[in-house]
């Protein structure tokens, strides 16, 4: 189209504005030519339209849609161009296609809780991995200002990887707690003697406590309060020999949770948990398969050769709190002020003492073994002025005389074959204990004498700093024996990976 100069000047204009749009026309035209060529260019090498190679930054980045990330195909626009006579234009006609738009990204499919639960689990495996390939010796989680995360030294296998696993363990870790069952043989156990660790974890996972989801579909773990103490105590006919009725109830527990919630179907049991400090702990979680094979058994009695298996169950501290408190006076003095080389005193059950006896039963003024302690001599002050207590098992694996000697700044010296030590996955037990095999029984003190003074300062340096992680304070501290056991727990499921039904 031409313009006559001669016109009217506002016809003039008008034209004017004509031709432009007229041009503008063309421009764009050309445009979805060049624009389909391209595409029908890539569609035909796979690559960059001048070398056939892929390009190395997406289609988005510079712009388009990139169609085979979001699965979208885009099609060319067909053009052809028509006769014209000359020094026309060219007359371009072709099947527009819309103004080009962002592509809308399909929408991702929602996860599911329990996808979202496996998902946080993944994120934590991958902060603690970190620490662990990088090395580092700090760990990226913020430290505590009350100083109660100073975790250092050779008493832990690795304190940066703790320290970080830790942390995630804060910060994620929920449990629910069934509500199925009554007291006394549920939501309720000993506080104090012997089997206080059992129901003091049980009394702890109730009312506020900041682990605790009232929404089993929030919940990483699902934690079954019964206590095994309390059912020896209540089910339990003396001197029977009998513990079926123990048996039934645990069944008859499992029923019930399956009956009224899918998480047991869903895992297989392998995100529940028990707690037990009684010896016949592990025989009464036979009576379900699951629970003796696929849960997470929290156990004093920890034998290896008896089914416990490390990578799935966990071990537990047997501490005996007398009258239900934790000793007044912890601690003990330095290596120069402990006349005697070692200590014990117990009873003669099971397998270990009776060779143990049979050996040193008040037979050396160095190693000073007694089955029943003589008047006037006490128990706790014998501890305190001996280098090494002596801790063989009793009519299982387990002993309270680890963590006490833990109390009285004494190396414990560990005499059962078999026992998986509480929370060695974090403790490096044999930089402040020694492990004696029931063989070496007669080669005690020989064994004792051959340490360097200066190794067993180190080790009694290392008892006083692994002494917090055995306290079962009230209210709980970080990094004490409460929140150790739930550690151990969260390390248990975080090597499993539940998928979704």
Not at 238 to 267: C, H, K, M
Not at 283 to 312: F, M, Q, W
Not at 469 to 482: C, V
Request: aromatic share 10%; hydrophobic share 40%.
């Amino acid at each position: 189209m031409k313009c006559n100069h001669f016109l009217n000047p506002h016809v003039a204009s008008t034209c004017f504005l004509l031709q432009m749009a007229h041009h503008i026309l063309f421009l764009i035209l050309q445009f979805q030519v060049f624009h389909g060529e391209i595409l029908q260019h890539r569609k035909s090498s796979g690559g960059n339209p001048t070398t056939g190679q892929h390009l190395s930054v997406p289609l988005s980045q510079a712009g388009l849609a990139n169609a085979a990330s979001i699965n979208v195909s885009v099609k060319s626009p067909q053009a052809t161009v028509a006769s014209r006579t000359p020094g026309s234009s060219p007359i371009v006609t072709t099947a527009l296609p819309p103004l080009l738009s962002p592509v809308a990204k399909s929408p991702q499919p929602k996860l599911s809780s329990l996808q979202l639960l496996e998902k946080s689990l993944s994120k934590a495996r991958l902060a603690i991995r970190n620490v662990i390939v990088s090395g580092i010796k700090v760990a990226a989680a913020e430290p505590a200002t009350d100083g109660s995360d100073e975790l250092f030294g050779d008493v832990y296998r690795n304190a940066a990887v703790f320290r970080q696993s830790y942390w995630e363990m804060e910060n994620r870790l929920k449990i629910f707690v069934y509500e199925e069952g009554e007291e006394p043989l549920v939501h309720n156990g000993p506080c104090k003697e012997i089997y206080a660790v059992e129901g003091r974890f049980i009394q702890e996972l109730q009312g506020d406590n900041p682990f605790l989801t009232t929404n089993p579909e929030h919940a990483h773990v699902f934690f079954m309060p019964f206590s095994v103490a309390m059912m020896v105590t209540y089910l339990y006919e003396a001197e029977s020999q009998d513990i079926n009725p123990l048996r039934n109830f645990v069944q008859g527990y499992i029923n019930a949770i399956t009956q009224t919630y899918p998480y047991w179907n869903r895992s297989v049991g392998a995100d529940h948990f028990m707690i037990s400090c009684h010896d016949w702990g592990p025989e009464i979680t036979r009576s379900h398969p699951d629970l003796a094979t696929k849960s997470i058994r929290v156990l004093c009695n920890a034998n290896s050769s008896e089914g416990y298996v490390p990578y799935k169950d966990a071990s537990l501290p047997e501490i005996n709190l007398v009258g239900g408190n934790i000793p007044t006076e912890l601690g003990g003095p330095p290596a120069h002020e402990r006349p005697y080389l070692a200590f014990f005193a117990g009873g003669d059950h099971g397998p270990v003492r009776p060779h143990l006896f049979e050996y040193w039963k008040e037979k050396d003024k160095d190693v000073r073994v007694y089955q029943e302690l003589p008047a006037g001599l006490n128990y706790q002050q014998l501890m305190k002025e001996s280098r090494y207590c002596l801790c063989p098992g009793g009519y299982e694996v387990n002993s309270p005389r680890i963590v006490e000697a833990i109390y009285n700044n004494c190396v414990p010296v560990v005499i059962a074959d078999g026992f998986v030590l509480p929370f060695s996955d974090v403790l490096n037990w044999s930089m402040f204990s020694l492990h004696i095999n029931e063989s070496d029984i007669p080669m005690i003190k020989q064994i004792l004498q051959a340490i360097p003074m200066d190794t067993y300062i180190s080790m009694q340096e290392r008892v006083k700093q692994a002494q917090k992680h055995f306290l079962f304070n009230q209210p709980t501290k970080r990094y004490d024996a409460f929140h150790m056991i739930l550690h151990s727990v969260w390390l248990r499921r975080l090597n499993i990976h539940i998928d979704s039904i």
